[in-house]
């Protein structure tokens, strides 16, 4: 659901200004919406751990890198392709979860995974086979 509003408000937001600022902004309200349950014993422990740039890193990398890279993939990539790709990410999420960190997933969230995937492949099956003229009929109505 979070993700939902992310989006919704990023694409509200987006004929606002630039995604950086937008991100920016987002990103501190998170943070403050997340300081009110959080344990300020920990948080200031974060601060004198020696895996602080592991922290950095996460956040530059996982989140800031990747940020800009998908807005500017999104400048060259058509609108279909786009919604398709972005709709396996919580897939490819899962995967390095497993891979990488050597977690374990349930009955139900494979059947999840599989179902994302088999969407996946409809999509960009059912799209590829409408001809371009309904495409363009479709959206005059």
């Known amino acids: 659901?979070?993700?939902?509003?992310?989006?919704?408000g990023f694409k509200y937001a987006g004929a606002h200004g630039s995604p950086q600022a937008i991100l920016s902004i987002a990103?501190?309200?998170?943070v403050?919406?997340?300081?009110?349950?959080?344990?300020s014993a920990q948080m200031a422990a974060v601060l004198?751990?020696?895996?602080?740039?592991?922290?950095?890193?996460?956040?530059?990398?996982g989140a800031g890198l990747s940020f800009a890279l998908y807005i500017n993939g999104?400048?060259?990539?058509a609108p279909a392709v786009a919604s398709i790709v972005a709709m396996v990410e919580p897939v490819t999420a899962t995967l390095f979860?497993?891979?990488?960190?050597?977690?374990?997933?349930?009955?139900?969230?494979?059947?999840?995974?599989?179902?994302?995937?088999?969407?996946v492949t409809a999509?960009?099956?059912?799209?590829?086979a409408t001809p371009p003229a309904l495409v363009r009929d479709r959206n005059s109505e």
């Open 32 to 39: 403050i919406i997340l300081m009110w349950p959080a344990d």
């Open 123 to 128: 999509l960009s099956v059912s799209s590829r």
């Open 97 to 119: 979860g497993v891979v990488i960190l050597h977690e374990s997933l349930g009955f139900v969230q494979i059947l999840g995974m599989g179902l994302i995937l088999v969407t």
């Open 48 to 61: 004198s751990t020696r895996d602080w740039p592991l922290f950095a890193a996460l956040g530059i990398f």
């Open 1 to 8: 659901m979070s993700y939902a509003v992310f989006i919704f």
């Open 27 to 30: 990103f501190g309200v998170l």
């Open 74 to 77: 999104l400048r060259h990539t």
